[in-house]
């Protein structure tokens, strides 16, 4: 005739049973909460940043260890363009970039003038990005430049304000969809005030569904 449990052997039995439960909940826990950073397990975005590493989009924030993400920092413009190359890249899209470093007058008051033109755009979706600077070569008047991206109908638009003799940077993106082939995209720009100028403008189009883009010839 066996002995019946004591107290104490009914306390170790739930000791063990709670931690047997505790092990097998452990690997759930470290799957939710791993990868390849450190510090983005409690945040709602740690599917999308793996994602990026794994894809070779991003390699962290904290040479050399790259054990950080940095989940709440800000992007700056360089690790921006970064992780379009990269993501370009990855995907087997083509980027097509158009641009020329001369300063370009835009005195319009009332009609836009082209600045940019990418052509030859096989349908599909696009991420866009237009940069350049804002020159003002009044000393006396503050100027009021606009730039418009459009490609059939506007997309962007980038509208500021220049102090007189002042330069400012400026950029404007866009996700867009280009619904025919050979579709034609604009930049297009003017002055609401004393003559501004451009410098250094680019218009580059990412194509997102891997087609490639003609080169364009001026």
Not at 52 to 71: A, E, Q, R, V, Y
Not at 85 to 99: E, L
Not at 170 to 177: D, G, N
Not at 196 to 202: A, D, E, G
Request: hydrophobic share 40%; glycine share 8%.
């Amino acid at each position: 005739m066996g002995t019946s449990p004591t107290k104490q052997t009914w306390t170790r039995l739930r000791v063990l049973l709670v931690l047997i439960l505790a092990l097998l909940l452990i690997p759930a826990a470290v799957l939710a909460a791993g990868g390849p950073f450190t510090d983005d397990d409690d945040s709602v975005f740690e599917p999308d940043i793996e994602w990026l590493w794994s894809h070779g989009i991003t390699s962290g924030c904290n040479p050399p260890g790259f054990d950080h993400f940095c989940p709440d920092d800000e992007v700056t413009r360089g690790q921006m363009a970064a992780f379009l190359h990269r993501f370009a890249n990855d995907q087997g899209n083509t980027a097509y970039q158009t641009g020329f470093a001369d300063s370009t007058a835009i005195d319009g008051i009332d009609m836009y003038s082209t600045v940019l033109e990418l052509t030859g755009l096989p349908e599909g979706l696009y991420f866009v990005m237009a940069k350049g600077e804002f020159r003002s070569s009044e000393i006396m008047t503050e100027a009021h430049p606009t730039c418009v991206m459009h490609a059939g109908t506007e997309f962007d638009t980038t509208s500021v304000n220049v102090n007189p003799g002042d330069q400012v940077a400026w950029s404007t993106t866009a996700l867009t969809y280009m619904g025919e082939d050979n579709a034609t995209m604009h930049l297009d720009c003017r002055d609401h005030g004393e003559l501004v100028t451009l410098s250094n403008v680019r218009m580059t189009a990412i194509s997102i569904n891997s087609m490639d883009i003609q080169p364009y010839e001026p």
